[in-house]
């Protein structure tokens, strides 16, 4: 109900287009009461008076009465149909937008199957009640009034007799309002949990068809739409219940009006012609009364939507801009952890500790570790993804927490270590974060990337449509087209979060060539596995179990003789027993190392 | 009418559709309700009882006040209102029971439809869901199949109550009077010209609706799994304003226009209705006058014509239920009908315990959306227990290769083989559930650690889960993890380091004891030092099984009984890692790339 109430807000807009569609309601009302007694008066006068024109007159008044009511027919419906097609518009675009901005946490546990069916079915539940149940309503308590007030004064005790069955039916319908509510709950979410199921067996298609779990999935598929099935029988139960039952309860009133209304009559205190008025009036009672049900189950449903939507528009997008907040004018590009730890939601264990960096401006720093050792962490913490449990993160001297959010991120290019692309062109994909971006701007970026190659290699170029997340795009060319999304919108700050994990050693040296003309003048945040990558750097950060263990450059790392000397005595083993291999082919000596990797500076 | 041109996608299927698809579509629903019929007919009887049953109520009434109050007769009284609530308990009866069997039918057919859609998803090739974003998928089944409720928990039975009424009505005008009822009928060619207009232009429209509402929920579900990018580019308010502009307001426009259609539907028959009576009145009353009708007639004629309209305007409004039930009923019918591009055939067999030995035969394959060739006359002969290592650029068609080894697709020309066998002549069941796959991506499923791992073979014991899990590196952290084994994780890992959840996918490859074991960049986000724990663990697990590995580190694949260069779609070189240096062509290349700086 409270749900329900706080729904009617989306009604507030269109207060007078509600108000107009009840006005038409009322007058049809009214017109459909008239027209019998016309039909009456038609008889009575016109037949008996045997006047022709007065039949024509009936006639066309009875076809303009028509057309009257149909056109208010039309109005009427119209109009609530009308609101609540916008109330839902309305809605959505809430929904939409909403959700747009809750923070990474919120999806992290969030069900996106659960999210979607809030936003289409549980928008859908309130619109269909939205439109029709004010002016329903309204009709609702103008006619029992009425008809009430007409029982009440011709008979009172007979008005009490035939009206008591009246008393258990609102206790009914009462009681039937709590408990729909809750059932239809229960449906919407069952149907949320099937849009999941089908959420995640198209999302993982590939992994369901590689180990043929077809059946295992149909099965668990076929369980939660039995849930939905069998949540709807409760549903089904109830209306089985009350829907008879009114009907029923009416049927009562009669026979009570017969039979104490009969006696009366027999007693002489009533004519028979009130007893047959009075079951008039109470068969006028029924459409109501069928009404009121309709409508509280409209209400159990829209109220059991408006719970989930509620749901998530309730959820505090608790990472957003401060009120105060100062909008980022052109960074330098300084960026300081300091003190900075993060323990993620629900989680025990802190993924970052006690993180302490400083990085001066166009720096580049590369962070290597184990899997899960926090890199990933430590750089979603700098376009403020997410929230640090303790300490600060500050570009230029800022604390992230009190800048504009846009400004920020705006100025921060990412490559996130899963390059989802969206369904549309490749164009579009790289545009995404600069829609108005010209089109040699486009393939300006394309080629940093060493993209544009193989998108000139599809037959529609850049106008190729990708498969929903990039799938139509191998994993290294879905990678690419992601790196050129980052660069075009020329970073401040760019982050490249494992980047280049599904690319191959020549296109990553090509690469890495175009990229370190274009890290000139950024700071670079580098995540990678490779140490050719990572030892050019001007500051190295080796990460362990969410502790910065090691810092410094590629030598004074090395001298220090820890995590960072084993990875790289490892690589280093790899390399030699790789050179081994093509030193007698090429007949050169094993190079030196020195001129193997050489320093940055002589390289660039 | 909307100016808003929804994408090719949406209105693709439309066109199709146009065609007169009318009786296929019914006949396709009618196909979900058959095996209802008992129960339909049945909730017909009850209602044919409980119809008659209220019929009767006037009559009691009529009794109770002749032979009760009138002849002054208390106890006849008394018998009568016992009886009349006798027969108002038996259709109370009667009605609890017709609503449960009917809307019990309605619910029974939405989850037959459902899963008979979400089998026939697990049939679709891979090419479908190139195209079919996952929010149009969810409409399909969702939204789609929900209009299919309504109908059949209450039009169907309302229809048929509807005609008995307008049945009846009719014989009694025409028993009453010949003429005026043929004027009443006057207006009926009308009503029907009215209705065929209605039909077409409401069913352009509800087809204009669903296929809003899919736009709708594929831009809403892709913004929903996409909205880390969306942050990180802010690209919030653009989104929004091509929502609420274009996409939502498309829907916006075409509910409209649906419910315009709609809404001027009912009160045109109600018109007419009162244009019948209007003629009826000024004809039959000039009847009365000139004597040839009695009064009496003329009212009652009158009173039947409303009940004549009456089954009729509610017709027209389960009409417009019919309408967009029929257009849900067309979307589902063409997901079912979607033909399966790799199927079993009819006569497949059952792949037997596979040796490994796996044979491209001049196989030459391209997507379906374009026709550029991915792979060009591949010939690949591995024999059984062999490593086979694929190098090549990104986009080169090393993954493809993979996926029609497990035929996830059929070779556009030549065949595959394994162990002699062609693969279109095998059950994919039998043959995939010899395979295990580490996909470049790694996805993870809602649930535990271990179950996700489990996935792999799903009677596996604790101890091989976590032997699998050892034997990549993984026991580690998973023990690190909140509740060990039984940590949730969310949908797609996503509280998972990407390298995590590669380990994890590796785990269940390895749990699966496949007799082909496929490895997919199955590494690529993992850091060197856990690579190499792999490296060596994985000398002994492959031993005996034919794998193919795909890597960009080289490092990995040395010890590989077989190098396959790919390039361009091409096979340009094989042959063991020694060899192929020695050849110094392009492998020597890529290696020497790979370790130099
Ligand atoms: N969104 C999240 N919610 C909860 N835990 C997370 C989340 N993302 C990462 N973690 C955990 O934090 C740790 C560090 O992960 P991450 O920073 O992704 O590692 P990596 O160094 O591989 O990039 C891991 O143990 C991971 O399980
Ligand atoms: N599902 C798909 N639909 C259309 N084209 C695809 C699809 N998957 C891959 N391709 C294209 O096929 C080519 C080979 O891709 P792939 O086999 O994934 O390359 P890789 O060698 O990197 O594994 C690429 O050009 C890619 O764009
Ligand atoms: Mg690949």
């Not at chain 1, 269909?128 to 009172?156: C, D, H, Q, W, Y």
């Not at chain 2, 007799?515 to 490296?535: F, G, K, M, W």
């Amino acid at each position: 109900m409270k749900n329900l109430i706080r729904s009617a807000a989306f009604l507030r807009p269109y207060a007078w287009q509600a108000f107009a569609s009840l006005l038409m309601l009322l007058a049809l009302t009214g017109l459909n009461l008239v027209v019998p007694r016309i039909i009456q008066a038609v008889v009575d006068d016109g037949l008996l008076r045997g006047d022709t024109a007065y039949l024509v007159r009936s006639a066309l008044l009875l076809f303009g009465l028509g057309l009257v009511s149909a056109l208010l027919g039309l109005g009427n419906r119209y109009a609530s149909e009308w609101i609540a097609a916008h109330v839902s518009y309305d809605l959505r675009n809430r929904m939409y937008d909403h959700i747009q901005y809750l923070p990474f946490t919120y999806h992290d546990h969030a069900q996106s199957g659960q999210l979607i069916s809030r936003c289409i079915e549980d928008v859908r539940a309130i619109e269909k009640f939205a439109g029709s149940s004010i002016p329903e309503l309204a009709r609702f308590a103008l006619l029992t009034f009425g008809i009430l007030g007409v029982m009440l004064s011709a008979n009172l005790e007979l008005a009490v007799i035939s009206l008591l069955p009246m008393i258990p039916l609102i206790l009914m319908t009462g009681w039937f309002g709590t408990k729909i509510g809750k059932l239809f709950f229960a449906v919407d979410q069952a149907v949320g949990e099937v849009s999941n199921r089908l959420q995640e067996n198209v999302t993982g298609v590939q992994v369901v068809r590689a180990f043929a779990r077809e059946e295992y999935e149909t099965k668990r598929f076929e369980s939660a739409n039995m849930d939905v099935f069998r949540k709807w029988l409760h549903v089904i139960d109830e209306w089985a219940k009350i829907m008879p039952t009114t009907n029923w309860l009416i049927t009562i009133g009669t026979i009570l009006i017969l039979y104490f209304g009969g006696q009366m009559v027999i007693a002489g205190e009533l004519t028979v012609g009130a007893v047959a008025a009075f079951n008039a009036y109470l068969l006028m009672m029924a459409e109501p009364a069928q009404a009121l049900t309709g409508l509280v189950n409209a209400g159990g449903e829209a109220a059991a939507g408006a719970q989930r939507v509620f749901e998530v528009l309730d959820a505090e997008p608790d990472i957003k801009s401060k009120k105060e907040a100062r909008v980022l004018s052109a960074l330098k590009g300084e960026v300081e952890f300091r003190h900075v730890s993060l323990k993620y939601q629900n989680e025990n264990n802190h993924s970052l500790t006690d993180i302490n960096v400083k990085v001066g401006q166009n720096k580049i720093v590369a962070l290597i570790g184990p899997t899960g050792s926090g890199k990933t962490s430590l750089v979603n913490l700098i376009p403020r993804f997410y929230d640090v449990s303790d300490g600060a993160v500050l570009v230029d001297g800022r604390d992230v927490r009190d800048v504009e959010l846009t400004s920020l991120r705006r100025q921060i290019g990412i490559v996130l270590q899963t390059s989802l692309l969206f369904s549309d062109t490749i164009r579009a994909n790289i545009a995404y974060g600069r829609p108005d971006a010209a089109e040699e701007e486009i393939i300006a970026a394309a080629k940093a990337a060493q993209a544009h190659e193989f998108i000139e290699g599809f037959t529609k170029g850049y106008d190729t449509i990708v498969g929903e997340r990039g799938v139509t795009l191998s994993g290294g060319q879905r990678q690419r087209v992601a790196i050129a999304r980052a660069l075009l919108t020329d970073p401040r700050i760019l982050i490249l979060d494992d980047s280049l994990s599904s690319v191959d050693t020549q296109t990553e040296k090509l690469i890495q060539a175009a990229l370190d003309k274009l890290m000139e003048g950024r700071t670079t945040f580098v995540i990678a596995h490779r140490l050719s990558t990572v030892r050019r750097a001007d500051l190295i950060l080796v990460m362990d179990k969410g502790h910065i263990v090691e810092s410094g450059t590629h030598d004074e790392l090395l001298k220090a003789g820890g995590l960072y000397k084993e990875i790289h005595d490892l690589q280093l083993m790899q390399r030699e027993e790789a050179l081994t291999d093509i030193q007698p082919i090429t007949g050169n000596k094993p190079t030196h190392e020195n001129t193997l990797y050489a320093p940055r500076s002589n390289a660039g | 009418m909307t100016k808003i041109t929804p994408p090719e996608f949406i209105t693709r299927s439309e066109e199709q559709l146009d065609k007169g698809y009318d009786p296929k579509v019914a006949q396709g629903l009618m196909q979900f309700l058959k095996p209802y019929a008992g129960h339909m007919i049945f909730a017909l009887v009850l209602i044919v009882i409980v119809t008659a049953a209220a019929v009767s109520g006037p009559y009691f009434v009529k009794l109770a006040i002749d032979e009760g109050i009138a002849a002054n007769d208390p106890l006849a009284l008394r018998n009568i209102a016992l009886a009349y609530l006798i027969v108002s308990i038996i259709q109370l009866g009667f009605n609890y029971w017709r609503v449960r069997i009917m809307a019990r039918v309605g619910q029974h057919v939405l989850y037959d439809v459902r899963t008979a859609m979400f089998a026939h998803l697990q049939k679709l090739s891979l090419s479908f869901y190139n195209r079919y974003s996952v929010g149009r998928v969810i409409t399909r089944v969702i939204n789609d199949v929900g209009t299919l409720r309504e109908f059949i928990t209450w039009a169907v039975l309302a229809i048929v109550r509807n005609l008995l009424g307008i049945i009846g009505t009719l014989i009694a005008m025409i028993a009453l009077n010949f003429q005026l009822s043929m004027l009443t009928f006057a207006v009926l060619p009308v009503m029907v010209w009215v209705t065929i207009a209605f039909r077409k232009a409401a069913r352009q429209n509800y087809r204009k609706v669903r296929a809003a509402v899919s736009w709708g929920n594929s831009v809403l579900a892709e913004n929903i799994n996409g909205v880390r990018v969306v942050q990180a580019f802010s690209r919030q308010q653009h989104n929004y304003n091509t929502f609420s502009g274009y996409v939502n307001r498309y829907y916006l426009e075409t509910s409209l226009d649906a419910v315009w259609v709609a809404s001027l539907f009912t009160p045109v028959i109600d018109l007419l209705g009162a244009l019948a009576t209007a003629l009826v009145v000024y004809v039959g009353g000039t009847a009365v006058l000139g004597e040839s009708i009695t009064a009496g007639v003329l009212i009652a004629f009158v009173l039947y014509i409303d009940r004549f309209f009456e089954p009729i305007r509610d017709l027209s409004r389960r009409f417009d239920t019919l309408q967009s039930t029929m257009a849900g009923g067309e979307r589902i019918l063409e997901l079912l009908n979607t033909p399966v591009e790799v199927r079993d055939e009819a006569n497949a067999a059952e792949m037997q315990p596979i040796t490994g030995a796996v044979r491209f035969d001049n196989v030459s394959f391209h997507y379906s959306d374009d026709p550029v060739l991915v792979l060009d006359s591949i010939q690949l002969d591995v024999k059984p227990g062999e490593t086979v290592a694929l190098v090549g650029e990104t986009g080169a068609g090393k993954t493809t290769i993979v996926k029609l080894l497990a035929r996830f697709h059929d070779p556009t020309s030549g065949g595959v083989h394994i162990d002699g066998v062609d693969l279109r002549t095998v059950t994919q069941g039998s043959l995939r559930r010899q395979m295990g796959m580490v996909l470049q991506d790694p996805f993870l499923f809602n649930g535990t650690v271990k179950e996700n791992i489990l996935f792999g073979r799903l009677d596996a014991k604790d101890d091989e889960v976590i032997a699998a899990a050892k034997a990549v590196g993984a026991h580690d952290f998973i023990m690190n993890l909140k509740n060990g084994y039984e940590t949730s994780v969310e949908e797609g890992g996503l509280t998972l380091s990407v390298g995590q959840r590669q380990l994890i996918s590796f785990a269940r490859a390895l749990l699966a004891n496949p007799r082909i074991l496929i490895l997919d960049e199955a590494t690529s986000s993992v850091d060197t030092q856990t690579e190499h724990i792999i490296q060596s663990a994985l000398a002994a697990l492959l031993k005996g099984r034919t794998s193919f590995v795909i890597a960009h580190r080289l490092s990995t694949i040395t010890n590989a009984d077989k190098i396959v260069v790919i390039d361009g779609g091409r096979i340009i070189e094989q042959g063991k890692h020694a060899d192929l240096l020695a050849a110094q062509g392009r492998y020597y290349e890529l290696y020497k790339t790979g370790f130099q700086d």
